[in-house]
């Protein structure tokens, strides 16, 4: 018999992540499964044939996505096409809606009858009705989140939901012993896009050196998203004498707390029970346009799934060195760090059971058939 074929698509870091987690886990379960599609280099790792290497598509906002449409558009109409000449057993979306969502719809527009699931599917805290509605008439929608189910059903549609990823995958790490009042090691997360290096590392970076004001002994691990990224950064991590690690989970296993840009890499470190604050600058413009759109009391994924605050965030203006340093001194030098801890163990209770992933595997598996 021969064996199943799957397409994957993922435009950034986070959905790549995501999509590797479950590809490894899936091919345990699906025997002689072939991966095709977009990713990168995690992707790769967990078996997939790339047609399309997804490096620079993300952005951040809509102004500076703009650029890339015309590129994007054409990439979604050759990958549409080639799907309708060969389908698949299981198209899988993963995140990325600005252009995933679009190539469902072109794919149905062409007469893809093939099942598409689409795992985190946009729009989880913006609560889009339209967004929603597309999404449950090209593909079945798999949520991450509680909060997304319940909006989905709200409007009469059906979306798979077994819980977080992480809540099965990320262990919380012993609690570390009181650094010294002199030391003590922070992480330092940027974000994995280069608006985001741009914007957050300067900020990092001099927060960093404040800190040094009082903890003359702090150390400092700066986690870059792959070894490309690390390569670039290797100048400013000397420049400060900071360590560089590649990827978040080698710096938030010897962090005593963190600096984070807010995504992904926050919810990781309030599994594993690292202390952190969260930061996010964009331009003005862009900030201008977002203030538009989202109008919730939150951004970090935390904050979002326990509904409380847990950790600080610092937003624009908000996010000096000064600031920055100041919201992550506390966890050095009080038990504030054990009262966030509580605060992530709230919100894990909240984002799944051990068995997660598992479940959706199962499901992802029985969709292939």
């Not at 047609?51 to 015309?70: C, E, F, Q, T, V």
């Not at 992480?166 to 992480?187: H, M, Y």
């Not at 996010?280 to 326990?306: C, D, K, M, W």
Request: charged residues 20%; hydrophobic residues 45%; contains cysteine.
């Amino acid at each position: 018999m021969p064996g199943k074929r799957i397409y994957v698509s993922c435009g950034e870091a986070s959905g790549e992540l995501q999509a590797a987690l479950l590809l490894e886990r899936l091919a345990c379960s699906v025997p002689q499964l072939t991966v095709c599609g977009i990713g990168g280099d995690r992707l790769r790792a967990a078996g997939a044939r790339l047609r399309r290497d997804n490096r620079g598509w993300a952005s951040m906002g809509l102004l500076a996505a703009l650029a890339k449409i015309p590129k994007l558009l054409s990439i979604m109409w050759l990958e549409t096409l080639a799907l309708v000449r060969d389908p698949v057993d299981l198209v899988l979306l993963v995140d990325f809606g600005a252009f995933n969502l679009r190539l469902a719809q072109s794919l149905r527009r062409l007469g893809y009858r093939g099942r598409i699931v689409y795992y985190f599917p946009p729009s989880a805290w913006l609560d889009r009705v339209e967004a929603a509605r597309e999404v449950a008439r090209t593909a079945l929608p798999l949520v991450p989140f509680a909060h997304q189910r319940d909006f989905y059903r709200s409007l009469g549609l059906e979306a798979a939901y077994f819980g977080h990823p992480f809540a099965s995958t990320i262990a919380e790490l012993p609690l570390r012993p009181q650094p010294p009042a002199d030391g003590g090691t922070l992480a330092l997360l940027p974000g994995s896009r280069p608006q985001e290096l741009r914007f957050h590392l300067p900020r990092l970076l001099a927060a960093l050196r404040l800190l040094r004001e009082r903890r003359p002994r702090q150390r400092a691990i700066l986690a870059a998203h792959d070894a490309r990224t690390a390569r670039a950064l290797e100048p400013r991590a000397r420049e400060g004498a900071v360590e560089l690690m590649t990827g978040a989970q080698a710096a938030l296993e010897q962090a005593d707390a963190a600096l984070i840009s807010s995504g992904t890499a926050v919810l990781e470190a309030a599994l594993r029970g690292v202390p952190c604050a969260v930061l996010y600058v964009v331009s003005e413009a862009q900030a201008r346009l977002a203030r538009r759109i989202y109008h919730g009391t939150f951004v970090s994924l935390p904050n979002l799934v326990g509904g409380e605050e847990i950790v600080p965030e610092l937003l624009q203006d908000a996010a000096t060195p000064q600031a920055l340093a100041d919201a992550v001194l506390p966890y050095f030098e009080s038990d504030q760090a054990q009262r966030v801890r509580a605060g992530y163990r709230r919100m894990r209770a909240s984002l799944g059971t051990p068995d997660s992933l598992d479940r959706i595997v199962r499901y992802v598996a029985e969709a292939i058939g």
